[in-house]
């Protein structure tokens, strides 16, 4: 069973920076694309960014020009740069991993923007 393991949240002061990790317990052949999502309490999961296989990245609105979607294929993990942080941005953070008929989630590393 494959695992993707989230980690790097915390609490951070507005305009600060925090890099998320997603790294899986093995090698998951088929994966074509990472994604990061968040959620905050009573909001809908929503979409962040996303990379592909080939490199190409996607991002939200919210947060194009702030945050930074990367993967390492060697350490089969996924990153998100996160600078300029605001108090919105508090929310869980999840990773997703996705290919033909795959379909893994992390658990989630909670990011608090507070003074």
């Known amino acids: 069973q494959v695992q993707l393991v989230e980690s790097g949240g915390g609490l951070v002061q507005p305009g600060g920076s925090l890099t998320l990790s997603c790294a899986a317990s093995?090698?998951?052949?088929?994966?074509?694309?990472m994604h990061w999502y968040r959620q905050s309490p009573g909001k809908e999961r929503d979409f962040l960014a996303t990379i592909t296989s080939g490199g190409t990245t996607l991002y939200a609105d919210s947060v194009r020009g702030r945050f930074t979607i990367s993967r390492d294929n060697a350490k089969n993990t996924v990153y998100l740069q996160m600078n300029s942080l605001k108090p919105e941005d508090t929310a869980e953070y999840y990773c997703r991993w996705s290919g033909l008929g795959l379909d893994y989630w992390g658990q989630g590393t909670q990011v608090t923007v507070s003074s």
């Open positions: 093995r090698s998951i052949f088929g994966i074509r694309s």
